[in-house]
């Protein structure tokens, strides 16, 4: 375990969810809600960066805190800056594109689950959840599942691949439309594979949610486990991978913290907020 020594605090902050803020029940434990609470007390803002949708904040984060944060979801396809922050990104998939993966990943195969994801709460799926597997695993109800057809007729922003072989997947479709959408694969949580368009990245979103406030990505403390968090980890000054992280993530690191079982977010948070200012 190596922790950043703060000589002046970050301008900003951004951080993964899934591995990284939220322990293995996906909870947000007590620790780490009072270092961000802290965190915005000192007026730094707080960046949630996630390949999950904006319904997964019902469940997970308080309300008083959720609005205080910013939010970049599903890998950067939409992003939206709630105060000092501002602005609202969305990125949508062009329908002839999605049409086109869409066939592609039926025929390879039969059973995938497809999901398409709109404004971060009603999506289009293939497969049907009763009420309580689609809120444990999905954070929805059943009023927010669209069929795929309704979906691909209100501008989706992200196609979701699961209950596949995700490697296989992954080189099949960069194969078929690498050159004209991003295709990253998450593992772990569960193996699901994320198409967004080559615009939608989280370090993209990142820059467009700070630069009215003149803040650049070499001033934000980035956290992160997975590879869809491997750009922004890349990009941002200081970032810290978790110890329950990919290889590759921890390649990419400067820094190291423990895991997300172990508030390794909140360990360097509470460090540097010893820092004084002023």
């Not at 999605?98 to 497809?114: G, M, Q, T, V, Y």
């Not at 994801?117 to 309580?132: H, L, M, Q, R, S």
């Not at 501008?155 to 991003?182: H, R, W």
Request: glycine share 4%; charged share 25%.
């Amino acid at each position: 375990m190596k922790i950043p020594d703060f000589i002046k605090l970050p301008r900003a902050i951004a951080i993964d969810l899934d591995g990284t803020l939220l322990n293995s029940r996906t909870e947000l434990s007590d620790r780490n809600r009072q270092a961000l609470e802290r965190c915005l007390e000192r007026d730094i803002p707080i960046i949630i960066a996630t390949s999950r949708p904006a319904r997964i904040f019902n469940r997970i984060f308080p309300q008083n805190l959720a609005q205080k944060c910013s939010f970049i979801l599903m890998n950067g396809a939409l992003a939206k800056g709630n105060p000092p922050l501002t602005g609202y990104i969305k990125e949508n998939l062009p329908y002839k594109t999605l049409r086109s993966i869409i066939d592609c990943a039926l025929k390879e195969d039969p059973h995938i689950r497809i999901t398409l994801e709109i404004e971060g709460y009603e999506f289009g799926t293939n497969w049907y959840a009763d009420p309580a597997t689609l809120w444990q695993r999905n954070s929805a109800t059943p009023e927010m599942v669209l069929t795929l057809e309704e979906a691909l007729k209100r501008n989706p922003c992200k196609i979701a691949l699961g209950n596949t072989d995700v490697p296989k997947m992954e080189k099949y479709l960069t194969q078929q439309f690498g050159d004209c959408v991003s295709i990253i694969a998450a593992y772990l949580v569960n193996p699901i594979l994320n198409i967004t368009t080559k615009n939608a990245t989280k370090p993209s979103a990142i820059r467009k949610l700070l630069e009215p406030l003149g803040i650049s990505l070499s001033e934000v403390l980035a956290f992160g486990d997975d590879v869809p968090d491997l750009e922004m980890l890349k990009k941002c000054r200081v970032s810290v991978a978790m110890a329950n992280a990919f290889p590759e993530v921890k390649a990419v690191c400067k820094y190291q913290t423990a895991s997300n079982d172990e508030d390794g977010v909140a360990l360097v948070l509470e460090k540097m907020l010893q820092l004084k200012t002023g």
